[in-house]
């Protein structure tokens, strides 16, 4: 197949990747970036996106390095990719929360870390104890050794708010 085929047809589905709801979400998105109105979002776009948020010693090379993400001009369809590529793969914050409330019956918030552990090494789709690990150094455990999974759940689904 093509590269332009390839191209073609994946961002022919990449709409039904989202819901109505969060491509509208998304429109609403692009247009306040697009500031020239060309359909197009653009290094002075994103400079002056970054102004109109307060931010205005953005540096050139930062711009062009988050234009370089899109594999051409980025149009709302290219705009929608870069999101779905970002977004695939995780469920829903409340499909993450039920699963994780399954192993907290009192309804606490938190799951003894070291229990989780047993459990994702040895249930369903094993993960090996380095994948724990890694996942544990992002999360908020606090001294008694426990997950705050509300607050993972939110990291999986919405990205850490330091990135």
Same mark, same amino acid.
């Given at each position: 197949? @093509?590269?332009?085929?390839? #191209?073609?047809? #994946?961002?022919?589905?990449? =709409? @039904?990747?989202?819901? +109505?709801? +969060?491509?509208?979400?998304? $429109?609403? #998105?692009?247009?306040? /970036?697009?500031?020239?109105?060309?359909?197009?979002?653009?290094?002075?776009?994103?400079?002056?996106?970054?102004? @109109?948020?307060? %931010?205005?010693?953005?540096?050139?090379?930062?711009?062009?390095? !988050?234009?370089?993400?899109?594999?051409? *001009?980025?149009? =709302?369809?290219?705009?929608?990719?870069?999101?779905?590529? $970002? &977004?695939?793969?995780?469920?829903?914050?409340?499909?993450?929360?039920?699963?994780? $409330? !399954?192993?907290? *019956?009192?309804?606490?918030?938190?799951?003894?870390?070291?229990? &989780?552990?047993? &459990?994702? /090494? @040895?249930?369903?789709? %094993?993960?090996?104890?380095?994948?724990?690990?890694? /996942?544990?150094?992002?999360? *908020?455990?606090?001294?008694?050794?426990?997950?705050?999974?509300? #607050?993972?759940?939110?990291?999986?689904?919405?990205?850490?708010? $330091?990135?």
């Amino acid at each position: 197949m @093509s590269g332009a085929k390839r #191209a073609q047809r #994946a961002s022919s589905n990449v =709409f @039904s990747n989202f819901e +109505q709801t +969060q491509i509208q979400e998304f $429109k609403e #998105a692009f247009t306040l /970036m697009d500031q020239n109105r060309d359909g197009f979002i653009d290094k002075e776009d994103l400079k002056d996106t970054y102004a @109109s948020l307060g %931010k205005t010693n953005v540096k050139d090379d930062e711009l062009e390095s !988050m234009l370089k993400e899109a594999t051409g *001009p980025i149009n =709302f369809t290219m705009f929608l990719n870069l999101f779905g590529e $970002k &977004l695939s793969g995780t469920d829903t914050e409340e499909t993450i929360l039920n699963a994780f $409330k !399954m192993f907290d *019956p009192e309804g606490k918030g938190n799951i003894n870390k070291d229990y &989780l552990k047993r &459990l994702m /090494m @040895s249930q369903g789709e %094993k993960f090996t104890a380095d994948e724990i690990d890694q /996942m544990f150094k992002s999360s *908020p455990i606090d001294a008694a050794g426990n997950l705050d999974y509300k #607050a993972l759940c939110y990291t999986i689904t919405h990205g850490d708010e $330091k990135e």
